[in-house]
């Protein structure tokens, strides 16, 4: 992966970016994107746009969600412990025992999220999956004063935003859902940057894909592209327990993803087939057969409608804290949009 890249992608998921709080997420976009496009802006709603040859015709969008799974503080307690409801959709056994951060206006807090010790619970508890008001995070405030004097309701709280290489040029990092898209977007807009367009091509990156799809419906009615591709993670199912009868055979550093379903503009996706065997680019297939539940789907549906595809990046344990992706799948699924 090109040096300047890979910094820029681990900037991108280093940084938070709960549905609602994208702001310091897009200052890292717009900051790459500036150099590189002939016209960079931002939405009311939040979204960043890059655009190439913005007079060109016609109007194709590239889009990818900056927005992360995250929690909001909701009480404080007398003893100074903070209770929290999901951004997203969180499996909450996934969750216990992870370290957090509480980004607060005076900065980012430290903190746990966990509940009772075993020992501590009876049979019953043992045996039942928490509620989020069954849970608790821990900042180390002597009492809600000491607590009030840090955090106040509203705040928001990732994971450790942690990343590792693995073995096998894969990766692990909360929040590759979707950063990896807007990753793969943004280089595309880096890749095409001195090639001549015809096209007018717009990078975007869309906000609260995870609450509802809002920030792409917003923009796509914005731009009112004529084609419009999402970037967004799938599921990997090469790992155990997996039911590829119903999900598919999709394995992580085998290729981006190209989907097909009635999300999916049979024309775009004949393109994205015709353009990956001509320059020899490996790639997957998925079908899906209902709406896809990405950024895809609310493309499809703005206006009068959008000729929509959707490549997708294998990512195993999706919505977790340890998501895993292969860089070769990140570079390939950009060769793919350029």
Known sequence: MHNASFAFLKNLLETPSPSGFERPIQDVVRAWAKPLAHEVRTDRHGNVLAVLNPKGSPRIMLAGHCDQLGLMVQHVDDNGFLYAQPIGGWDMQILLGQNLVVWTKGGPVPGVISRKAPHLMTSE?????????????????????????????GDPVTVDLTCRALRNGLFTSPGLDDKVGVWTVMETLRLLRDRPLQAAVYFVSTVQEEIGMRGAATSAHGVDPHVGIAVDVTHATDTPGNEKKQLGDVKIGAGPVV??????NPHVEQ???????????????RGVAKATGTDANAMQLARDGVATGLVGIPNRYMHSPVEVISLDDLNHAAELLT
């Open 125 to 153: 508890e043992r045996n039942k999956v928490p509620q989020f008001q069954d849970v608790w995070i821990d900042i180390g405030a002597k009492d809600r004063k000491d607590a009030d004097e840090l955090v106040r309701p």
């Open 259 to 264: 989907f097909r379903g009635a999300n999916i």
């Open 271 to 285: 393109r994205l087939q015709d353009v990956a065997t001509a320059q020899n680019i490996t790639v997957q297939w």
